[in-house]
């Protein structure tokens, strides 16, 4: 396995996470860093580069960060986003990781980059629910304002920095984990 094997895990994985808290950011910015020649992204997906990528994405995460901060809306998106983060978290993986077969390149986006933004996005999602229940709402701009500033951070860093961004991914996976812990019923 070479360098830039691993490093394209590590944008992988980065971005697979970055999808987690909002779907379209992560996208945007492989498609951005695309357009600029700044990655090279494997061959049938090069698509994300063009200007049309460009525009439509930009468009969708505007449209998917204002209605993170409409009341409830945003829980009705955190139902259908989990789906949607998985696919999108396999995308961005299937299409940063080079020189690997097709068989170890979908089971590795599969499994390190749809589990990871499944992961991450159900953790969001129960958030934004016990923060709806506890606070009526009113510390959900609060939740959607952090979610998308770890978005853009963990993306532009995966980009630019991806060893950076993979390390922020353990970081951020180990935080979700002693939150759950807390927050699970410990049984008798």
């Known amino acids: ?37 700044l990655w090279e992204l494997n061959e049938s997906w090069q698509w994300i580069g063009s200007l049309a990528a460009v525009i439509t994405l930009g468009v969708a995460t505007l449209v998917e960060i204002t209605a993170y901060y409409i009341p409830y809306v945003d829980n009705l998106l955190d139902s259908i986003a989990i789906p949607l983060a998985t696919v999108a978290g396999t995308a961005v993986m299937v299409s940063t990781v080079a020189d690997l077969s097709p068989v170890i390149t979908w089971a590795l986006a599969i499994i390190a980059g749809g589990g990871t933004a499944a992961a991450i996005k159900s953790t969001a999602g129960a958030t934004r629910l016990t923060s709806t229940v506890s ?42 984990f002693k939150v759950y812990k807390k927050i699970k019923p410990s049984r008798p």
């Open 1 to 37: 396995m070479t360098v830039e094997t691993i490093i394209s895990i590590f944008l992988g994985i980065g971005l697979a996470a970055s999808v987690g808290f909002r779907v379209f950011v992560p996208l945007f910015v492989l498609s951005l860093a695309a357009y600029f020649n």
């Open 135 to 176: 606070t009526a709402g009113f510390a959900n701009p609060v939740v959607s304002t952090v979610e998308t500033g770890t978005s853009v951070v963990m993306s532009i860093l995966s980009v630019f920095v991806p060893i950076i961004g993979f390390i922020l991914v353990i970081v951020v996976m180990y935080v979700i």
